[in-house]
């Protein structure tokens, strides 16, 4: 039985609540924590918080509330909505993590005294020779590795995820056999955009600016209501009549435009990515390393000049603003944001 000390960010849905469970039964001093950040939002609003207390009321543990919803309004919404304005697709769940559940909020872990802080973040923590990495979940489909992969090395070695070694119906069975009140309860991407509907968001926050649809040759094809509507790779709501399916290639933000082509022109193998956040101080130049360029998107074998990834095959929409992790093996051992 291990007696230290870990905080529990615990968000009202199931997996965050077995993680609590799991926790105590190993015999850690359990304390319960959850970030109120958006008024109205899916694993961080005011719904979520009346769920996870009743989650600590019912396994025994100390409860505690924090308001950072101006933080996460400054440091997250605003730069989503920034992003988008300048022609670029954020991962704001990425920022989040890395800015506020594993970054200003460490402070609280170290005023509580607490010697580990937990999640129920479907990853583990691997140490190999002194070093520390964020791993794949025994639950691939589940894995959230990806989302974590901003987090400063410096924390890797305090971070228990509980949940790595389980699959989603583990957990669930979990939930069930020990009546917990959130079984059916599930967290969502975008926690501030409850409907999930990002194009309705953007419209409330962002005024519109129209300006012209073009091809790869300039030539105007239509229009569109603001550039912030689009996104690499879209292919739907384009309002453009042709004999063959027409892509966003890219968006010209100068000059308020929306470039689209074929299928063909989406491809790219290469790309620069800036913040890197490295996990490793081993040559990379010497593993077999891969890439994701997208959360449900399959790896791909790369290598690294600098911070410029090179793909070993072409794929499609390769998209600023998000987040392209590498991997050797199982193991994140860099991440950044995608430059194009």
Known sequence: MDSSKVLVGM???VDSSVAVLLLKQEGYDVHG??????????????EDVEAAVAVARKIGIPHTVIDVRKQFESEVVNYFLDEYRNGRTPN???LCNQRIRFGSFWHSVERA????LSTGHYSRIVEESGEYFLARAKDEKKSQEYFLALIPKRHLSRLIFPLGELTKTQVRAIASEYDLPVVCRESQDICFIPDGNTASFLRRHLEEKPG?????EGNVLGTHQGIWFHTIGQRKGLGIAASEPFYVISVDVKNNRVIV?????LSGSSFRLSHLNRFTDRDLSELA???KIRYAFPE???RLEGDQVILDHPVDAITPGQLGVIYWEDRVVMAGIIEG
């Open 11 to 13: 968000s009202g849905g």
């Open 33 to 46: 924590f959850t970030l109120y950040m958006w008024e109205d939002g899916r694993c961080s609003g005011r």
């Open 92 to 94: 704001p769940c990425a």
């Open 113 to 116: 005294g607490a010697d580990f």
């Open 212 to 216: 012209n649809i073009v091809d790869l």
């Open 261 to 265: 082509g074929s299928r063909s022109a």
């Open 289 to 291: 390393l891969t890439c």
């Open 300 to 302: 791909v074998p790369c």
